[in-house]
């Protein structure tokens, strides 16, 4: 079983920046990728971005490409979403979710809590 905490997550102004940290525990050896996905109120839930284990395979949502950068330190079993340029419709609940490759894309592995990012306007 894997647990994900994420942290990172507050109130900016819009241009501003803010680094998400999604750590994983438990089975983490069972990790191959952790997407970061985001749910604002009334939408459905969506990918922003995912990261590979093993073989340093990034994904990124045209909406975020450019502004956010996926990264991870597998010393302290964390994966990061460094958001840069921020505007009022990244303001969401991000979630991180960790398994599989063809799990994480479609939303089908470990989740985690949820950290809350508001971007004034």
């Known amino acids: 079983q894997v647990q994900l905490v994420e942290s990172g997550g507050g109130l900016v102004q819009a241009g501003g920046s803010l680094r998400l940290s999604c750590a994983a525990s438990?089975?983490?050896?069972?990790?191959?990728?952790i997407g970061w996905y985001r749910q604002a109120p009334g939408k459905q839930r969506e990918l922003v971005a995912a990261?590979?284990?093993?073989?340093?395979?990034?994904y990124y949502a045209d909406s975020v490409k450019g502004r956010f950068t996926i990264s991870r330190d597998n010393a302290k079993n964390t994966v990061y979403l460094q958001m840069s340029s921020l505007k009022p419709e990244d303001t969401a609940v991000y979630y991180c979710?960790?398994?599989?490759?063809?799990?994480?894309?479609?939303?089908?592995?470990?989740w985690g809590q949820g950290t809350q990012v508001t971007v004034s306007s």
């Open positions: 990261i590979s284990s093993g073989g340093s395979t990034n």
């Open positions: 979710n960790a398994g599989g490759w063809g799990m994480v894309v479609n939303g089908r592995g470990s």
């Open positions: 438990g089975s983490t050896f069972s990790i191959n990728a």
